[in-house]
């Protein structure tokens, strides 16, 4: 069999898209931190004093609505950060805040899980959070739902419960930037593309997770997300 390339291409990592039988394609995953006051205030930050920020993870990292999350080595210390994420249709440099939701294709639900333990020691030492963030499977993520379905949602309770239990709970209401001003900043310091996925940050409540545990959640207007950590 012959082929351009030397070694078998990756596939295409892609989400189903609710309503449709096509896919939405992956470009990259951006993440927001701290972008809830609540939740800079747990982490032991001030939110007044220090602005929102940006890190990645890689698309192999997504994981599918349903699924099993194999709990990670190098950790005892496992984090839920339940989110909104939006996703890009259309992207470019230096986007005005006043077009950038014309950029969004839809939204989904997503868990930006979280190594912390591992997190807080690069923190420490001035090192980037990589290894504490984009670790395989760190970001399941829901069937993105079209803006033709629901619009552009900016209020709305976002909440997280384990095995039943209620432990995040906040509303879109309370992002300190909202998803128009993470699109115009981050795309003066990335090119935005078709297939970006922005994971735009998580209120107050998170915590430690472990095998066995049942994540549950839900973003009230979008749609909800379920995994088993095993
Ligand atoms: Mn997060």
């Known amino acids: 069999m012959s082929s351009d390339y030397a070694i078998p291409a990756p596939p295409v990592i892609s989400l189903p898209v609710r309503g449709s039988h096509r896919r939405f394609p992956v470009h990259r995953i951006y993440c927001v931190g701290r972008n809830y006051a ?9 939110p007044h004093r220090e602005p929102p920020f940006f890190f990645q993870k890689n698309p192999d990292t997504l994981l599918a609505n349903g699924s099993d999350f194999p709990y990670p080595d190098k950790s005892a210390d496992v984090h839920y950060e339940l989110e909104l994420v939006v996703a890009l249709a259309s992207g470019g440099k230096n986007i005005p805040e006043a077009r950038a939701l014309d950029c969004v294709f839809g939204y989904a ?20 959070w990589d290894v504490g963030k984009a670790f395989d499977h760190s970001a399941p993520c829901s069937e993105i739902v079209p803006v ?8 709305g309770n976002l909440w997280l419960k384990v095995n039943e239990e209620l432990r995040q709970n906040g509303d879109l209401n ?3 930037w909202k998803v128009p001003e993470i699109i115009a900043y981050l795309s003066g310091l990335f090119t935005l593309a078709p297939g970006d996925l922005i994971f735009s940050g998580t209120p107050a409540g998170v915590g430690a997770t472990v095998r066995g545990d049942t994540l549950h959640g839900g973003v009230d207007g979008v749609g909800e997300l379920e995994i088993s950590v095993v």
């Open 38 to 46: 609540a939740h800079a205030i747990e982490m032991g930050h001030d």
């Open 109 to 128: 639900v997503g868990l930006d899980m979280t190594r912390r333990d591992l997190q807080g020691q690069a923190k420490k030492m001035g090192r980037p």
């Open 148 to 155: 033709e379905m629901i619009g552009h949602p900016d209020a």
């Open 174 to 176: 309370q992002m300190i």
